[in-house]
């Protein structure tokens, strides 16, 4: 048994050679002992429950970070099995116990979760609110922040309510609870500065006269100093556009199913980023693919992810045949990496607004579905 910081490992299992011949369906990992499947310079990926991960392996107020993305309470299911969320309360409850256990006083949780729409109608979920409201009121967690996950290439959806009958708008934006075991996680918004817009360049060329706001916010002339760059807002502007990268070169290759929800590797560097160290322990529960893992070996941080199926870990294991980059100033992944001036254009709501408003609202809400010759408009492809 060897003893890593925060946590102990038994005998490595794998890495095992990929499914000889066409894809293998998804395994669960057997009952019982979680097993060390694949170990990293700086991590450890175990195959298995995460609550038997956290309770035989980490020690009490050892983890600076638990980042990590839940399966979230769908209506329609995935391949590796979701939670009903009229049920995810009392599915969650376990972990959060262990959650709290394991983090120091100054870690944070950070969950990153979809949101999800009631079955046959077009309302939302509160699950992932409910889930919120439950770690901060029953196991005393508190609300550091709360951030939201934009993905500009999200096709709309649901068709039903979103293409045919028009009554929604598409759902875009994931919720990204970073909570904290006190309020005094420790943290630092210089890590993830953003360059300056294009106004706020002009007004520190040119000049702020220091005012009061209609707001009420007194603005100084300390408004008009250039720091070198902005202070990000909660809004996190990331696609999910991976089609390319050595990971999903790795599973075809091995013919193995990539993991279906895979969060970008920008959304974990941003937080690892902001609210960890170099030597800090970074956890994933819900490991998937291992993106966590990948991230925080490349930013030097020690981790553990564990992951249920077998499929996805034989996957995940790929991340860390990847050569490093030679130069350390390279971006560190260039697969998903966009450039320092990327910014994404969300238009003011009133940019169509001079235009007629058409047909008056359907009085029934929506209710009666648009007859037979309708066609879903502006259909995914065409609306991104
Ligand atoms: C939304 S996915 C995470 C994807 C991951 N963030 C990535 O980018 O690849 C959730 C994962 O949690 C796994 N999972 C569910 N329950 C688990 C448990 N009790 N222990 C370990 N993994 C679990 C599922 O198999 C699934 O792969």
Redesign the pocket.
């Known amino acids: 048994m060897g003893t890593r910081t925060g946590y102990h490992t038994d005998t490595v299992v794998g890495p095992v050679g990929p499914p000889a011949n066409g894809r293998t369906k998804l395994r669960p990992a057997t009952a019982g002992a979680p097993v060390e499947y694949f170990r990293a310079k700086y991590g450890t990926i175990f195959l ?4 038997n ?1 956290l309770d035989r392996h980490v020690t009490p107020a050892s983890v600076d970070l638990i980042m ?5 309470g769908l209506v329609r299911k995935k391949d ?2 979701n939670v009903d969320s009229g049920k995810y309360l009392e599915w969650f409850r376990p ?1 959060a116990a262990v959650f709290k256990r394991v983090l120091k006083d100054t870690g944070s949780l950070v969950i ?1 979760i979809g949101g999800a729409w009631m079955a046959g109608q077009p309302t939302r979920s509160l699950y992932h609110y409910e889930l919120l409201i439950m770690l901060c009121r029953e196991f005393g967690f508190h609300l550091a922040q709360d951030f939201f996950w934009w993905s500009p290439s999200k096709l709309p959806a649901p068709a039903e309510w979103v293409n045919i009958r028009r009554i929604r708008v598409k759902d875009a934006v994931n919720c990204i609870w970073w909570l904290s075991p006190t309020p005094w996680p420790k943290a630092s918004n210089r890590r993830v500065l953003a360059p300056y817009s294009v106004a706020m360049k002009g007004l520190l060329k040119n000049g702020y006269k220091p005012m009061l706001r209609p707001s009420g916010h007194d603005i100084s002339e300390h408004f008009a100093i250039d720091n070198g760059a902005a202070i990000p807002p909660n809004l996190l502007a990331i696609p999910n556009t991976e089609s390319n990268s050595y990971y999903l070169r790795y599973c075809k290759e091995h013919n193995l199913s990539p ?1 279906p ?3 970008p590797a920008a959304l974990p560097e941003y937080f690892i980023r902001m609210l960890t160290d170099k030597g800090d322990l970074i956890m ?9 893992g990948e991230v925080a070996e490349r930013l030097q941080r020690n981790w553990l992810c ?4 077998e499929d ?1 870990v034989m996957g ?1 294991v790929g991340r860390f045949a990847r050569p490093l980059p030679s130069n350390p100033q390279e971006s560190l992944f260039p697969d998903s990496a966009v450039s320092g001036d990327t910014a994404y254009k969300l238009y003011h709501p009133a940019a169509l607004w001079s235009k007629a408003e058409g047909d008056p609202l359907a009085p029934d809400g929506g209710r009666k579905r648009p007859g037979a010759g309708a066609r879903a408009e502006h259909g995914p492809r065409g609306d991104r």
Do not use: I, N, Q
């Not at 298995?48 to 609550?51: A, C, F, K, R, V």
């Not at 990590?68 to 979230?72: K, L, N």
């Open positions: 298995g429950d995460s609550l991960v990590t993305s839940p399966p979230f590796y099995g972990f990153d993991h929800a895979r969060f994933d529960p819900f490991g998937g693919s291992c993106v966590t564990s992951e249920l199926l996805y995940a």
